[in-house]
C-alpha cells in the first residue's frame, strides 16, 4: 500500500498544471492503468478522488476530463471487485490510450463465436451475463465461460466468476508464441444436470439443445464420459446419425433432431455425466479427480469407479496453495489430513475450487473454505 499510496501522489503532481502536452497525456494514460490495477491507502484514495472529480468537472481540457472519469469508474470497480492479479497487456494498454473498450471473442461449442466488448475490470461473472443476453439463454441453465487449449486436447477449465477477463488476456499474451495465443475462451454449460427435460429444452429452446447437444457430442469423442461397453454401439449409432452422415438421416432434418436427443438422453444415463473431472498427476500416473454433489473423488482415467472417494461431509475446508495446486482437508481437528492435487492447467486451482464450490452447494453440505 505504501508505494501504491506513493504513485498515486507522483501522479497528481505530474497531472497538475503541466505545461508539457506529450508528459501529460502520457501522465494520464499511466492514471487509467494503476487505477484499473490497485487502490491507494483507505486515506489517500479520498485524496485522490477528490482530484479525479475535479479535473472531471472542471479541467477546460477535452482530451483530460475522459480519462478523469474513466480512472474514477475503474477505480470504483477494483473496490468492487478486487485488485487485479496481472499487469495489463498491451492489447488492453493500447485500448487504455484510446479510451476504448477491448472486443474479444467467445467461441460456442456448435463451431460459431460471438464478440464481446470488455474493460480493464469486466469479471467473467458479467461476460457470462452478456452472453446469456445475447443467445437468449437463462442464466439458470448455467452456461459460462471456459477456457480451452488451443490444441483442445485438455479438457475446458471453467474460470471463476470474479476473475478479470483482463488478467487472463494478459496471461495469454505472455505465453503467446509469435502470436498465436495458447488458449481460447468457450461458453458451454458448467452442470449438466440430469433433471432436465431435454425433450422440451429441444421443443421451446432449439438452439440451447444443440449447444448442449454439441458439447455431450465433444465429450464423447474427446473419452470424457465414461461410456458401459454395451452402450457404445447404440451410441455410435446414434452419433453417426445425429451428425446427419447416416443413409437413414441424411436429407431427414426430423430424423437428425429425433437422433441428437436420443443421443443425449443415453449421456445424461452415463455415471460421470454432470461431473466436474479434472486431469490431475497421480504418483502412479495420470488421474481423474472428479468432483459431484455427493464429493470428490480420484479415479484411474477413464474409469467409472473411484479408487478414492470423500464425501462432502468429511471435507472440512478446501483451498488452492498455487494456481495448479487444489488441496481439501479431512477429519476432525487434531489428527486433519491433508490431500493435495496437482494439475496441468494455469488455473487448475481457482477452477476446481469454483467446481467444488458449485457442487457443494447443490449437495446442500457445503464444505467450508479457508
Not at 441453465?141 to 474460470?159: H, K, R, T
Not at 493435495?340 to 473454505?369: C, K
Request: with cysteine.
Amino acid at each position: 500500500p505504501g508505494i501504491h499510496d506513493e504513485l498515486f501522489v507522483q501522479l497528481c503532481k505530474q497531472l497538475t498544471s503541466n505545461p508539457r502536452r506529450e508528459s501529460l497525456v502520457k501522465g494520464w494514460e499511466l492514471m487509467s492503468v494503476l487505477c484499473s490495477c490497485f487502490q491507494p491507502s483507505a486515506s489517500m484514495e479520498i485524496i485522490v478522488k477528490a482530484f479525479l472529480l475535479h479535473v472531471s468537472l472542471a479541467s477546460p481540457d477535452p482530451q483530460v476530463r475522459p480519462f478523469a472519469q474513466v480512472c474514477i469508474d475503474r477505480l470504483k470497480d477494483v473496490g468492487l471487485f478486487g485488485l487485479r492479479k496481472c499487469p495489463p497487456s498491451e492489447a488492453e494498454v493500447a485500448s487504455i490510450q484510446q479510451l476504448q473498450r477491448m472486443i474479444f471473442l467467445v467461441n460456442l461449442m456448435d463451431s460459431s463465436n460471438k464478440g464481446v466488448y470488455v474493460s480493464s475490470n469486466t469479471t467473467v461473472k458479467q461476460v457470462n451475463a452478456d452472453m446469456n443476453g445475447k443467445l437468449g439463454l437463462s442464466e439458470s441453465m448455467g452456461f459460462s465461460l471456459f477456457q480451452q487449449e488451443a490444441d483442445q486436447d485438455m479438457p475446458p477449465m471453467p474460470l471463476p466468476e470474479d476473475d478479470y477477463i483482463c488478467d487472463h488476456l494478459a496471461v495469454w499474451e505472455r505465453l503467446s508464441v509469435n502470436g498465436r495465443n495458447p488458449y481460447s475462451f468457450l461458453f458451454k454449460q458448467r452442470i449438466p444436470s440430469k433433471a432436465d427435460d431435454e425433450a422440451q429444452l429441444a421443443r421451446t429452446n432449439p438452439f440451447a439443445f444443440d449447444l448442449l447437444y454439441f458439447q455431450i457430442s465433444e465429450d464423447i469423442r474427446k473419452l470424457r464420459l465414461v461410456i458401459p461397453p454395451e452402450v457404445w454401439p447404440r451410441m455410435q449409432a446414434l452419433q453417426v446419425q445425429a451428425d446427419g452422415t447416416g443413409r437413414d438421416a441424411a436429407a431427414d432434418g426430423a430424423a437428425i433432431a429425433d437422433a441428437r436427443l436420443q443421443l443425449v438422453q443415453l449421456a445424461k444415463t452415463t455415471p460421470l455425466y454432470g461431473k466436474w473431472v479434472f486431469e490431475v498427476k497421480a504418483p502412479s500416473g495420470l488421474a481423474w479427480l472428479v468432483i459431484s454433489t455427493e464429493g470428490i473423488g480420484l479415479h484411474d482415467r477413464f474409469t467409472a469407479r473411484p479408487r478414492e472417494f470423500w464425501l462432502h461431509q468429511q471435507i472440512v475446508s478446501y483451498d488452492s496453495a498455487a494456481r495448479d495446486e487444489f488441496h481439501f482437508m479431512t477429519g476432525g481437528l487434531m489428527k486433519p489430513i491433508k490431500h493435495s492435487f496437482v494439475g496441468y492447467e494455469l488455473i487448475f486451482a481457482g477452477g476446481v475450487v469454483d467446481a467444488y464450490r458449485l457442487m457443494a452447494q447443490a449437495s446442500a453440505r457445503p464444505g467450508r473454505p479457508q
